[in-house]
T-cell receptor, first 116, second 109 residues
Framework: DSGVTQTPKHLITATGQRVTLRCSPRSGDLSVYWYQQSLDQGLQFLIQYYNGEERAKGNILERFSAQQFPDLHSELNLSSLELGDSALYFC???????????????FGPGTRLTVL | KNEVEQSPQNLTAQEGEFITINCSYSVGISALHWLQQHPGGGIVSLFMLSSGKKKHGRLIATINIQEKHSSLHITASHPRDSAVYICAVKASSNYKLTFGKGTLLTVNP
């Protein structure tokens, strides 16, 4: 058990819909990362938050957005869903030092999203 | 060309064999991660390294910064080592991780 929790475990929805994925980082970790893993693309970095602020952006679509709340949990919102958005979505957390050094990342169990 | 290349893509071994998985990258990095993903989908971080060598049980990871290359070795492999092994690098210039496509390892009893 990594200490990172994600809900829900599975999500089945229809095209055009909007969903919210939730992540709680390990106790004490200020940095949260979101990743997408699809069969054809492999693992891709979406976005990183540090202590409530967006720090880095990867291949995140405009239909997707995320935020990190004061209690450090994070939510990834996916809207206008398409069939191609079906994937495993992972959240990870890590320690980040004041100098910006990134510690080891601990991954949550993932949310499997199926868009029908 | 991908920033992170892993080889081989697939690897089948007999229990007890010594395994090597390779990772090459093309950018300057501040850290390299080795991850393990089991068939159930969960991802476990095995190593994070920026120089030299690290060992944890039967697993050894090495990195050569000048050659932009890392290897993951498994000694005395076991069927429970069967998983996808993924190399990921954190570029010096940004905060994101870039992943290799993974190596599917199958260890037969």
């Amino acid at each position: 058990d990594s200490g990172v929790t994600q809900t829900p475990k599975h999500l089945i929805t229809a095209t055009g819909q909007r969903v919210t994925l939730r992540c709680s980082p390990r106790s004490g970790d200020l940095s949260v990362y979101w990743y997408q893993q699809s069969l054809d693309q492999g693992l891709q970095f979406l976005i990183q938050y540090y202590n409530g602020e967006e720090r880095a952006k990867g291949n995140i679509l405009e239909r997707f957005s995320a935020q990190q709340f004061p209690d450090l949990h994070s939510e990834l919102n996916l809207s206008s869903l398409e069939l191609g958005d079906s994937a495993l979505y992972f959240c990870a957390s890590s320690v980040v030092s004041r100098t910006g050094w990134l510690g080891e990342q601990f991954f949550g169990p993932g949310t499997r999203l199926t868009v029908l | 060309k991908n920033e992170v290349e892993q080889s081989p893509q697939n690897l089948t071994a007999q229990e007890g064999e010594f395994i090597t998985i390779n990772c090459s990258y093309s950018v300057g990095i501040s850290a390299l991660h080795w991850l393990q993903q089991h068939p159930g989908g969960g991802i476990v971080s095995l190593f994070m390294l920026s120089s030299g060598k690290k060992k944890h049980g039967r697993l050894i990871a090495t990195i050569n910064i000048q050659e932009k290359h890392s290897s993951l070795h498994i000694t005395a492999s076991h069927p429970r080592d069967s998983a996808v092994y993924i190399c990921a690098v954190k570029a010096s210039s940004n905060y994101k991780l870039t992943f290799g496509k993974g190596t599917l390892l199958t260890v037969n009893p």
